[in-house]
């Protein structure tokens, strides 16, 4: 069974960069058609997709969030990451990493980004 975990620090300043990491076991990042998203729940709202990178290695990101956003991936950690520029506490948010595009079968737990000075 695919498990994901991510990992990161909990709090980030205004006009920093957000980055997570999310740590794939039971399958691998490069496993034929699989896709790895990012999601993200802000407190009060709604879940809301971020982007994804394909197995290919190739990505494609939420048109809201596609200017700040950027997907990348580790194959020999078998990890991939996020990075979002330019955060503001509007970006503050439980942060989750997810197999799959446009459904979602495997998530991790979620981690907690607070944007604050």
């Known amino acids: 069974q695919v498990q994901l975990q991510e990992s990161g620090p909990g709090l980030v300043k205004p006009s920093q960069t957000l980055s997570l990491t999310c740590t794939v076991s039971?399958?691998?990042?490069?496993?034929?058609?699989?896709?790895w998203s990012w999601i993200r729940q802000p407190p009060g709202k709604g879940l809301e997709w971020m982007g994804a990178?394909?197995?290919?290695?190739?990505?494609k990101y939420s048109p809201s969030l596609k200017s700040r956003t950027s997907i990348s991936r580790d194959t020999s950690k078998n990890q991939f990451t996020l990075q979002l520029s330019s955060v503001t506490p509007e970006d503050t948010a439980v942060y989750y990493c997810?197999?799959?595009?446009?459904?979602?079968?495997?998530w991790g737990q979620g981690t907690q980004v607070t944007v604050s000075s």
């Open positions: 997810a197999e799959g595009y446009p459904e979602f079968n495997y």
């Open positions: 039971g399958g691998s990042i490069t496993a034929d058609y699989y896709y």
């Open positions: 990178i394909r197995y290919t290695g190739s990505t």
